[in-house]
T-cell receptor, first 110, second 112 residues
């Protein structure tokens, strides 16, 4: 599975959009980009995933560059409850595992 | 209803003891996992089971033995506990081999 690189920490103001970047320059054609988050002491929570196209669900939007070497997770209106560690993971559907990196610690400020 | 549940939530035990952690999912998934999160917060896959069969064992010591009595349960038995086993253990499940996994609340194991 391809390695991903994320900034160690970010912050944003409550109510504003949070844009979390991820680099995955060695991603292969059949690897998806997954985003998870872990709120303090809880189990990781699936957010969204995509292969080539941009994706949106009730939690977030995922923007993947055309060359697929990077992506951005967008939380459109961040709340205090979005404070968490966000993980970007590149994985094939057949891999039966997720390899978590160190993630980005997002702090949403009041 | 809790989708993926684990018991116990906390487990404190002494070195050398044997303990088990139970995991159950009511999502109808056929794949289950165990992950370990150490004190530095790194989350690592330990085992993956699909339809009760072991698919992945990420070089976990033999003291760790997962058991899957049915597709809804994946228990983790640990023999001869060591200080380094102290961590939070997360169970997860998915439908097939996809990366959309649902995690349990975790079991914090402390070995003294």
């Amino acid at each position: 599975d391809a390695k991903t690189t994320q900034p160690p920490s970010m912050d944003c103001a409550e109510g504003r959009a949070a844009n979390l970047p991820c680099n995955h320059s060695t991603i292969s054609g059949n690897e998806y980009v997954y985003w998870y988050r872990q709120i303090h002491s809880q189990g990781p929570q699936y957010i969204i995933h995509g292969l080539k196209n941009n994706e949106t669900n009730e939690m977030a939007s995922l923007i993947i560059t055309e060359d697929r070497k990077s992506s951005t997770l967008i939380l459109p209106h961040a709340t205090l409850r979005d404070t968490a560690v966000y993980y970007c993971i590149a994985a094939m559907d057949s891999s039966y595992k997720l390899i978590f990196g160190s993630g980005t610690r997002l702090l949403v400020r009041p | 209803d809790t989708a993926v549940s684990q018991t116990p939530k906390y487990l404190v035990t002494q070195m050398g003891n044997d303990k088990s952690i139970k995991c159950e999912q009511n999502l109808g998934h056929d794949t289950m996992y165990w992950y370990k999160q150490d004190s530095k917060k790194f989350l690592k896959i330990m085992f993956s089971y699909n339809n009760k069969e072991l698919i992945i064992n990420e070089t976990v010591p033999n003291r760790f033995s997962p058991k899957s009595p049915d597709k809804a349960h994946l228990n983790l038995h640990i023999n001869s506990l060591e200080l380094g086993d102290s961590a939070v253990y997360f169970c997860a499940s998915s439908l097939g081999d996809v990366g959309e996994q649902y995690f349990g609340p975790g079991t914090r194991l402390t070995v003294t």
